[in-house]
């Protein structure tokens, strides 16, 4: 899937995104079978990949509908009349994805307008600023090599590679992918690899200098993986209008601190939610190890 396409600037709210979405398989093939022209837009022919990204589609449909009903009264009527219109490319995917069915009777001209304003509204709504292309697109090319670098890696253990590797290829796919997820899926994946370098940290400092944990922490591999996850954290938030805060308001860096406290530090940046912070509280690094799933 690395010849996808991204927008130069990436709106960061979901109408925008599944509006240019929807214009981009218009454009794909407007009158041939609707599942190529899917197939053409999201970047892959694999039947697999094709149905998992349909379905990372189909989840920006509640958040179009939770943005709607927030707004006023007055204008939500003409959003809402259109929310089975929006649906019908995700709903007949796999009923029409085979058929001879185009995208130009699947999707019409009145409900993309609708979308589109919708987006336009929100857009004007919210503070952050779309995200810009190439700051994404650098960002892939370094998760993606650091994948290679770690798979190919001979001085690492097989559950320390594993350990990279997931979180790596997580942070990846949402970055491929962030005209679906926006910059909230990029840091939900920073998000879930920052809690787990918590718990190996404080590991690493429960059980002391000579064990495994700690010969992780310290070894270069993983200093240059934690450092790809601030970097990563500090572009998306850049490139989307953001910046590092410190508590009196002040834009600052993230200021350096034993490996445990710049987990929490870079935790605090990307806002996690109060579930991941009482997830983090519960977890007991102890008996943690490279191999086990941290979930927010």
Known sequence: MRGVRIPTLIPDNPASRYHDLLAEVLKANPSGPFRSAWAKTLGTDNDHDLVMTMAAVASLLPDIKSHVEALPSAIRGRYERNYL????PVIVFDVAGHGAW???????GEALDALGM???LLSARQAEAPIERVAVERLLARVEDMISEVTAADDLDADSRAFMVQHLSRVADRLRNIRIYGRGGVEEALGR???????????AVQQGPTSRFARFVNSERY????TLLQDAANIIGIAAGGFALTAGGTQAALPPAPPHSRSLALLMHLRVSSSAALLLAE???PSWSPRTRVRC
Do not use: K, N, Q, Y
């Not at 185009?102 to 019409?108: C, F, G």
């Not at 690899?193 to 590991?203: I, K, P, Y």
């Not at 200093?223 to 934690?226: K, S, T």
């Open 85 to 88: 219109a929006w649906a019908r």
């Open 102 to 108: 185009r995208p130009e009777s699947i999707i019409t």
């Open 118 to 120: 919708l987006g336009d």
């Open 193 to 203: 690899a920052c809690l787990a370098t918590v718990a190996v940290e404080d590991a």
């Open 223 to 226: 200093v240059a993986f934690r």
């Open 283 to 285: 977890l007991d690094p």
